[in-house]
């Protein structure tokens, strides 16, 4: 174990995936199932915060009669944007996750997020579905923490915008890496291109939580790379002290952060960080990991 501690850093959380409610049914679930299934999450969790996403519909996750397709559909009307595009559906998902909020801590999350006036139009979506609570006197936590999902590359170099106006982040790598290199994550022939080393990704994630830990505000990595043991060390040493994941992964992450040294890995990442030369950036993964 190192002198300065690295068990701060929490193999925890998770991400509720909203998705799955919508998956191989014809209609759009309603406010109340919606309600029941964060509110079972949320109780099962007891005092430990739900990350609870709202809907990520469109590109990779396609629901038979919601989503629209288009020429294009990773760059099209996907997550918050087809949210904004049928506002009944994402109202209806914003009460029943703020009625669940009365039951425990709930966390809201927001995808795809590339436009301050995408997060203006977050809250007032929020204002006017907690109205509507009010208005019939359901309770609901007042307080409930907003967060953006880092995952365009727009939003990363933008983080300081995203970080005063929200609070906590999380950093979407499958997404970012897909935006970043212009590649399909679907699409099997450009597989090879699909790097989470290369080093445009890296700066966007340092930065992303360079930029939180400095405004104070909780940032987490969510995509795959937080549960991949190879880059433990690395996000530690960038700075991250929240990892989320699949369950299957939290025993190997968590024992390769018990197992870290957080003074080399911070020396390690940043010497990552200034190379540009993939192959030198893979020697140097290869010595933090050692
Ligand atoms: C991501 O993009 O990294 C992420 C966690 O979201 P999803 O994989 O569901 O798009
Ligand atoms: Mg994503």
Known sequence: MSSRRSSRARAAWGLFRTEFLFLNRDDLPSEDEQFEAYRAAVEA???QPVTIRT??????????????????PALGLRAIRFCF??????????????????????????????????????????????????????????????????EVPAAALAVPLFVRRLDFLSIGTNDLIQYTLAIDRTDDMVAHLYDPL??????????????????????????????????????????????????MQLLAVKQQVLRSNLADAEALASRILRADDPEKIRQLLGRLNR
């Open 198 to 247: 290369h080093p445009a990704v890296l700066q966007l994630v340092a930065g992303t939580i360079r930029s939180a830990v400095k405004a104070g505000k909780p940032v987490a990595v969510c995509g795959e790379m937080a549960g991949e043991v190879a880059y433990t060390r690395l996000l530690l040493g960038f700075g991250l002290r929240q990892f989320s994941m699949h369950p």
């Open 55 to 72: 809907l990520d519909l469109g590109a990779d996750k396609t629901v038979n009669g919601a989503d629209r397709g288009g020429p294009n």
């Open 85 to 150: 595009a049928e506002p009944q559906m994402f109202l209806t998902q914003l009460r029943a996750i703020l009625r669940a909020s009365a039951y425990g801590r709930v966390r809201l999350l927001v995808p795809m997020l590339a436009h301050s006036h995408e997060i203006d139009l977050v809250f007032q979506y929020l204002q006017q579905a907690r109205d509507t609570l009010e208005a019939m006197n359901v309770p609901y936590e007042r307080a409930l923490e907003v967060g953006g999902m880092v």
């Open 45 to 47: 969790m007891r005092d």
